[in-house]
């Protein structure tokens, strides 16, 4: 990973990033440790759809790239994370301020690392889901990932 930031860092320049701030999102959590990360999207005549409800690409762009970005900060710079794959669904029409909340277990971590220790590719899938104020889910997203510890990490290369 070319850069490491605080997350307190981070949310501040996400939540100044151009797509982000014109779309309404706001970054407003990410834990000391980067397993979890708390959104928000406000409902603004800029980010509406033609019924007057929270535009699609709002909804997923809120949620597109902090599984990534978790991975990243969690495994550390010897692992390639990439997104691959995204899939989203609408449950119902998103109203007001909606919310997406992002969690990596420390299992689910080891889990990882152990699994990736021999080189292995690895797709990982998270499902997030951006719900209401009344708490009801407003669209669910699947994220796979991709997630490979670097060549120069592996156990053989360092015996080389």
């Not at 007057?52 to 597109?64: R, V």
């Amino acid at each position: 990973m070319a850069l490491r930031v605080s997350p307190a860092v981070f949310r501040h320049v996400m939540n100044l990033w151009p797509p982000y701030r014109g779309a309404g999102i706001r970054v407003r959590e990410i834990a000391p440790d980067w397993c979890y990360v708390r959104v928000e999207l406000h409902e603004r005549w800029l980010n509406r759809n033609f019924v007057g409800t929270h535009f699609g690409g709002s909804l997923f762009a809120m949620t597109d790239p902090f599984y990534m970005l978790m991975l990243l900060h969690t495994l550390g710079g010897d692992y390639i994370v990439w997104d691959q794959a995204a899939e989203i669904e609408y449950l119902r029409p998103g109203r007001g301020t909606v919310r997406a909340e992002f969690r990596l277990a420390a299992d689910e971590l080891e889990r990882l690392r152990r699994a990736a220790a021999d080189g292995s590719k690895l797709r990982p899938e998270y499902l997030v889901e951006v719900r209401n104020s009344a708490g009801e889910p407003v669209a669910r997203i699947r994220k796979r990932l991709y997630v490979r510890l670097k060549d120069r990490a592996l156990p053989a290369a360092a015996g080389a």
